[in-house]
């Protein structure tokens, strides 16, 4: 079992960019695959980002692609999204999820508290 902190969101301006991290507890991290959900107010939860557990694969939803980028350093248990040129439409709750499977896209198993991101126009 994996338990998922995030940290790193904020109020920013729209064009600004932020960091959110993700520490993970557990001996096994780097077996896990990662991934960052999103969920605006009034919508359902959606797929962000998610990267392998050797980091050498990633997939991401086209309304990110080219402004945010997911890393992972599994000597730190830690994974990221790096989140630039922020639009208003990006203001949501940040979620980081694990599973233990290789697939990107698929049912993820634990879950963080979650970040709140907020975007101003």
């Known amino acids: 079992q994996v338990q998922l902190v995030e940290s790193g969101g904020g109020l920013v301006q729209a064009g600004d960019s932020l960091r959110l991290s993700c520490a993970a507890s557990?001996?096994?991290?780097?077996?896990?695959?990662m991934a960052w959900f999103r969920q605006a107010p009034g919508k359902e939860r959606e797929f962000v980002a998610a990267?392998?557990?050797?980091?050498?694969?990633?997939y991401s939803t086209d309304s990110v692609k080219g402004r945010f980028t997911i890393s992972r350093d599994n000597a730190k248990n830690t994974v990221y999204l790096q989140m630039n040129n922020l639009k208003p439409e990006d203001t949501a709750v940040y979620y980081c999820?694990?599973?233990?499977?290789?697939?990107?896209?698929?049912?993820?198993?634990?879950w963080g508290q979650g970040t709140q991101v907020t975007v101003s126009s």
């Open positions: 557990g001996r096994t991290y780097s077996s896990y695959t």
């Open positions: 999820a694990a599973r233990q499977g290789a697939r990107l896209r698929a049912e993820y198993d634990y």
């Open positions: 990267l392998s557990r050797a980091g050498s694969s990633t």
